[in-house]
Every structure is written in C-alpha cells, then in structure tokens.
C-alpha cells in the first residue's frame, strides 16, 4: 500500500519527483518499527568482550594459518576469513557439490592462498565411523598442520 502523498499516474506508475519520498518513507517506516534481529547479539556484553580480545590476538599473528573448512559450500567462511584480514596460508575445503565448488573456486580465484579441493569427507576421514587414523595422518601430513 503506497504512503498517502505518492502520487499515482493514470498508468499506475508513481510519479518521478515522489520516488524518493517513497523510498525515505519506507526506510523510516522500518526504522521505526522494525529492531534488527542481530542487535541483541552486538549489544550483548559477552560478545563485546570477546571481540575486543579477537582484535587483540589478531594483531599477534605472524604467520598466515592453515584452515581445514569441512562442508565449505561457496566458500563463506574462508571469504569472512579474508574480509577479518585473517592471513592465510593455505584452505582446504571439504565439499560434494560440484556448482557450490565451482562458485568457491571462483569467489577465491588469484588471492595469494593455496586453496586444495577435496570432493567427499570419506576421502580425509574413511569410510567407517571410527576413522581411518592412517588416511587422516596422511591427509594432516600431506596438508596440515591447521589452526583452524
């Protein structure tokens, strides 16, 4: 439903000159009335504390960190990496699905980070449940260590 002082033309289309004042109406509408869902966790104590101590071990890394991302997906985890300026030496990303692989590869194309991709988590962990320690030392051996 449009704000009372859009004007509407006999097409339907609002005027020019009231675009804006729909759009500023809007944007004060949802100030108004709606209350970031996230804000309680950016008001929250703990996470100001914790976040203050992250800034300060960050400032501590001299070395760039290896990561293992299971289930990566597109990636995301390792573009909040970057955007932290986290250094990176090098990510492997655990993932099945060959069009999130494909966006991961181009969302971390030339940054300077060793990206290693590999296709089911049975080929670092093995095929039981308990684990093949050997595939996984090898796998720790050929692309560790990882920090994260």
């Keep these: 439903r449009d704000p009372p002082f859009v004007t509407i033309d006999s097409l339907g289309i609002p005027h020019e000159k009231h675009k804006s004042a729909r759009r500023d109406f809007s944007r004060f509408r949802n100030q108004e009335s709606d209350e970031a869902k996230d804000s ?11 976040a203050h101590v992250f800034q300060k071990r960050k400032k501590t890394l001299k070395e760039s960190l290896g990561v293992l991302d299971l289930f990566s997906g597109i990636g995301s985890g390792t573009v909040v990496l970057k955007k932290l300026r986290i250094p990176l030496r090098k990510v492997v990303h655990v993932e099945h699905d ?3 692989v494909n966006v991961s590869k181009f969302n971390h194309q030339n940054d300077g980070i060793d990206h290693v991709y590999i296709s089911t988590f049975e080929e670092i962990y093995g ?3 308990e684990g093949d320690p050997d595939k996984i030392a090898n796998f720790i051996i050929e692309h560790g260590p990882f920090e994260l």
């Design 40 to 50: 309680s966790v950016y008001s929250n104590p703990a996470y100001s504390r914790y």
């Design 98 to 100: 060959p069009v999130a």
């Design 127 to 129: 095929e039981d449940d």
